[in-house]
């Protein structure tokens, strides 16, 4: 009963049924729902004071800010980011598009300076995760607002139909945000939407969806903050050897905390207890 009120009290929030499918169709979906003016608030604060308080790690590298960082004082800023992560709001979103077993495996903010942001060359996600069967959705929240001229994402729509990863071709040392790249040859540019976001406002990907983001060259900030989701239905597997081989974003995925926020971990196999003793995100200075 209490999931029905649940249900009822959000319905404003929920997807339409056109929505859902429009996300299956093409990979990627932004929902009517916008973060309010006092929950915008309170992601930017957190946004500030992590930024502020890690100085030394690159705006693009701040890895799973929801986790508590090693050796750090300040446990507030990570438990805001936690909060985000599992607001009701959000997850009656995400439930509707990867079922009721929910569980938070991972964050990032994206902080791209004026004139000085770099690309996010074309990838999928999945090419990075150990998570197997390869089920993901990442809602990507706009902090600032997100245009061409700034960076905004940029999306192959379709590109998960197949639920296969695309080649990627390595390019460490080109100077963008990741190190892998999708092959030109696989990029359809007929397929290719723009996604300019009001601050606030929020897409959503299947972990097979190939994106990509061009440099900020605007004189204004392009940040945002994207939550990973997976189904209790696949597995986090802490032993696949994979992730970016960039030093200024890795992270020590094998000890990566997992939340269970909803639902159940339907395989009985994804450890819960691993990451949660303040030991938890590989920082790099």
Known sequence: MKWIERKMANQSNLLRKKDIKRYHEDGFLVPKYKFSDEKLQTLRRAASDLISHYPHIPTEGLVSPHIFYIGSNRPDIHDAFLDICKMPELLDIVEQLIGPDIIIWGSRIFSKGPKTGRSTPWH??????????????????????????????????????DKILLPHESI???????????????????????????AGEMVIFDVFTAHGASPNFSDHRRAGFAIRY???????????????????????????AL????????????NFSIGHEGMLVEVTS
């Open 124 to 161: 999928q996600d999945g090419e990075y995760w150990p998570i197997r069967p390869l089920a993901t959705a990442t809602l990507w929240i706009a902090i600032d607002d997100c245009t061409e001229e700034n960076g905004c994402l940029k999306i192959l729509s379709g590109s998960h139909k």
């Open 172 to 198: 460490a040392g080109s100077g963008a945000a990741l190190d892998k790249e999708i092959h030109h040859d696989n990029l359809d540019e007929g397929n290719i939407i723009s996604v300019p976001l009001e």
């Open 230 to 256: 997976m189904p209790g239905t696949s597995l986090y597997d802490r032993n696949m050897n994979v992730g970016s081989g960039q030093d200024d974003v890795q992270t020590d995925l094998s000890k990566r």
């Open 259 to 270: 939340f269970l926020v909803r639902g159940e971990d339907k395989t009985g196999r994804n």
